[in-house]
């Protein structure tokens, strides 16, 4: 990573842990909608993690996610209520969940592998619609219900605890994917994205890289799953539709893939538009996301956060130069 994209993603560390207390007390009202957004920044930060360093493209993340959520759903209601375990219950399902499929959609490439991508996702999505008894079909899994958190802080109507619970778990979320990618597991499949070839004549694995990451990937996506879940109290079926996935990729792409803080920067934008234009036109809103989305493919390929890299240079000058 480079100097600006380290400084970068350390400074949007700090940015989201303030930012978001801020939000807490500026608007007490929109809690629910803010909690929606933590949990989805790190469900794209999941999607991060395999496309911005691990160059695998997917459009089935969705099932990740949605097996997650169904997972700790499920055991809410008839297992445990500890929102801690269900967080764990989520991320384990939704690493196994990436690790069996990611074992046999990684031998493909490029387009082939894109489309097995969608096939388990709407193979995910048809398990759930079918499994009625336990995720209740095309209803959605209802009467899910948290524990309070430590045994003290519990989950109210007014979405307080369920908005900071999902906060810290973002957090905590963007330190543990930073020190991932910086570490020499992370380099190498910067390795493998960049050059496959030099990295298996340097003696690595570059298939047994990708198939690791994939399987981190999904637990951060089925953690992400499993905190919309709690602090929600339902289980959707959209929640593993290609839809999701879809829009998980829309958002990436503002933000800036390969980018930690990119995935939060095009969660945030993608999300408060949807919610203001739905609101104020809801047949035509996606007219401007799409416009959006072809500005920056077209002018800023880097995503959002690329606009920011000149300013922080002259900040880091700035800094360097009063040393």
Request: glycine share 14%; aromatic share 8%.
């Amino acid at each position: 990573m480079t100097g600006k994209g380290a400084l970068i993603d350390q400074m949007g560390v700090a940015l989201v842990a303030v930012l978001g207390v801020a939000a807490f007390f500026v608007f007490p009202e929109d809690l629910g909608f803010m909690t929606r957004i933590a949990a989805t920044a790190l469900y794209v930060l999941s999607l991060d993690l395999i496309l911005g360093y691990g160059g695998i493209p997917s459009m089935g993340q969705a099932a990740l996610f949605g097996a997650g959520a169904y997972a700790a759903g499920i055991a809410s209601i008839r297992l445990v209520q500890d929102p801690i375990v269900l967080l764990g219950i989520g991320g384990v399902v939704g690493g196994l969940v990436a690790l069996v499929t990611g074992t046999l959609i990684l031998r493909a490439r490029g387009l082939t592998l894109l489309m097995l991508t969608i096939a388990v996702g709407e193979i995910v999505r048809e398990v759930v619609n079918k499994a009625r008894d336990y995720t209740g079909g095309s209803d959605g899994l209802g009467g899910v219900s948290a524990a309070p958190v430590f045994g003290t802080f519990r989950f109210d109507m007014y979405g307080r605890t369920g908005y900071l619970f999902a906060l810290t778990v973002l957090v905590i979320g963007i330190l543990v994917a930073r020190r991932i990618v910086r570490s020499p597991f992370g380099l190498a499949c910067r390795g493998v994205k960049e050059d496959p070839l030099r990295v298996v004549a340097l003696g690595g694995r570059p298939r047994r890289y990708l198939i690791v990451m994939y399987g981190i990937s999904g637990v951060f996506a089925g953690v992400a799953g499993a905190v919309t879940a709690v602090t929600s109290g339902i289980v959707g079926l959209d929640s593993v539709s290609f839809s999701w996935s879809a829009e998980a990729l829309v958002m990436l792409v503002l933000g800036g893939a390969g980018r930690l803080c990119g995935a939060i920067i095009g969660t945030v934008g993608f999300m408060t538009i949807h919610h203001i234009l739905s609101a104020a036109d809801p047949f035509r809103w996606m007219l401007v996301i799409g416009a959006m989305l072809v500005a920056i493919v077209l002018f800023v390929p880097g995503g959002i956060v690329a606009v920011l890299d000149p300013a922080i240079a002259r900040f880091r000058k700035r800094a360097e130069a009063k040393r």
